[in-house]
């Protein structure tokens, strides 16, 4: 078992036995966080939906994130991961949200280097964000970007 299988799989676990339910949100990630989400049987039970939302206007038109927030700061911030989980969670009304945004290379994007990341878990309306710099090519930086948003989301989920 990979460790994002296994940290997916320790999450829903305790998301499940805490009656809490997930939805997700990712731009560089693209799909890799809610697959490994939806991998273990009985997932259906805590995830209920992901948006991948890679273009920026996406961000702003379907997860809601302030259109000026990514007008001054680009999607690659804080307080963006912290925007996208707290929308993704209202959308698909779930207790939950977990989201990734960054630059996953192999060159940098709007000044940011590649590596740097951003992850964010939502728990009824409280949010939680950490910025990483993270190595690695492409590949790696995106498998390493789910897991550690999957990391913080077990820490939001039992704290």
């Known amino acids: 078992m990979t460790m994002l299988a296994a940290a997916a799989d320790a999450l829903l676990a305790v998301a499940r036995e805490r ?3 997930v939805a997700v949100a990712e731009s560089l990630t693209g799909g890799m966080l809610s697959s490994a989400l939806v991998g273990p049987p009985g997932a259906s039970d805590v995830v209920l939906g992901a948006v991948v939302a890679y273009a920026t206007d996406v961000k702003s038109t379907v997860l809601g994130v302030d259109a000026a927030l990514l007008a001054e ?3 690659v911030d804080a307080d963006v991961a912290g925007q996208m989980a707290l929308g993704v969670a209202r959308l698909l009304s779930a207790r939950c949200g977990v989201a990734t945004t960054g630059v996953a290379g192999p060159g940098p994007q709007d000044g940011k280097p590649a590596g740097r990341v951003h992850v964010a878990a939502s728990r009824d309306d409280v949010v939680r964000t950490r910025q990483l710099d993270l190595p690695g090519d492409r590949a790696e ?6 897991l550690a948003a999957l990391e ?4 939001i989920v039992t704290g």
């Open 73 to 75: 700061r680009g999607p």
């Open 141 to 146: 930086i995106r498998e390493r970007a789910a």
């Open 19 to 21: 009656g809490l339910t």
């Open 152 to 155: 913080l989301l077990h820490e």
